[in-house]
């Protein structure tokens, strides 16, 4: 089959390897369709928290068919339509060190034709999703979900915040909507302000206009502050203490304007602000997740597909963050 690697030092090439192995448990899926996360271009720079130590396949969000299961599989068939957890073994309950292995990370990725895991690491996927669509959701439709009915219980009337136009923005957005809560965007252009009023958007910022945009949200919800803040960016934690109401929750997802900044620790207590960290979810989570999309009939949004033989070009550009919602990669 063909792969790509991600090589250190060196970048993505694509290789041949032998199709994957199934042991009794295992099973064996055609990838049809991949999607790329900040995640996947940090670890592209060498810039991810934990860097791979040797070549890896890539990505960690991928869907496809069943082609082949193991002799003691009983959860999925051949020609059952999957899409694979972020973390293979996190079945459910809290995220544990052994649960923690990811894919694209610590194991292989889904950047292959075909990709081996156990029958428990794969989620049966709805027909009203395309494989483009289902690769979109493992990593940041789950870390969406996890935020805001995990982490949090948002409910409706509730009001969330949340940073940019990526993945996880968008489906917090959807989300929010379809519960009948509200949301607080920020983004630096005009059009995709524009496009997420569209969407539903109470208010919408302008962060780079407006760099201490904290009160301006405040402002927006009539003073009160927001329930839930999904925070993508990291870097701007003490703008998002000032939005959130007393006794709200920021749910930490990611750090796309970094890992490091001052923080008013003081707000934290004084605000009786619940901390909490995200990273991604559990397959059940997933499995909830689903239910959720389908009984809401909530559509991904893709920003554009590539082929499979242009994945670099992908991985290009996403990192120049002018999408808005998801990145694909389609595997012919």
């Known amino acids: 089959m063909k792969a790509y690697e991600l090589v250190p030092r060196e970048g993505l090439k694509i290789v041949e390897r032998p199709s994957p192995e199934v042991g009794p448990y295992d099973v064996r899926v055609r990838v049809r369709a991949v999607s790329l996360n900040y995640r996947d271009i940090s670890m592209l720079k060498g810039t991810y928290p934990v860097p791979p130590t040797k070549p890896i ?24 339509r999957v ?19 990811a894919l694209g990370g610590e194991l292989d990725g889904m950047l292959a034709e075909e990709v081996a895991l156990s029958e428990t690491a794969w989620v049966k996927l709805p027909p009203s999703l395309s494989f483009e669509q289902a690769a979109t959701l493992p990593c940041a439709g789950v870390t969406a979900w996890n935020s805001l009915f995990e982490a949090a219980n948002l409910g409706p009337g509730d009001t969330i915040l949340t940073q940019g136009t990526g993945g996880v923005a968008t489906f917090s957005l959807q989300l929010a909507r379809a519960t009948g ?44 502050g927001v329930d839930v803040d999904v925070e993508t960016a990291g870097a701007t934690l003490n703008e998002s203490m000032i939005a959130l109401r007393h006794g709200g929750t920021l749910s930490l997802v990611g750090f796309l304007a970094g890992t490091a900044a001052p923080v008013d620790t003081a707000r934290i207590l004084y605000k ?39 994945a670099k070009a992908a991985y290009d550009y996403l990192a120049r963050a002018e999408h808005f919602g998801k990145v694909v990669i389609r595997v012919d």
């Open 57 to 80: 396949i890539p990505t960690s969000d991928g869907a496809g068919e069943v082609v082949a299961v193991g002799s003691k599989v009983r959860l999925l068939a051949v020609g059952d």
């Open 83 to 101: 899409a694979a957890n972020f973390f293979p073994y996190w079945l459910d309950g809290q995220l544990t060190e052994e649960r923690m292995p």
């Open 181 to 224: 809560a509200n949301a607080v965007v920020t983004s630096g252009s005009a059009e995709k302000r524009a496009r997420l009023e569209k969407m539903g958007a109470m208010a919408t910022i302008d962060y780079r206009a407006m760099p201490r945009w904290g009160a301006a949200v405040r402002e927006a919800t009539r003073g009160r």
């Open 272 to 310: 009786n602000i619940r901390v909490h960290g995200v990273y991604v979810g559990s397959v059940r989570m997933f499995e909830d997740f689903l239910r959720a999309t389908e009984a809401n009939e909530i559509e991904p949004i893709i920003d554009k597909v590539f082929p499979f033989a242009e």
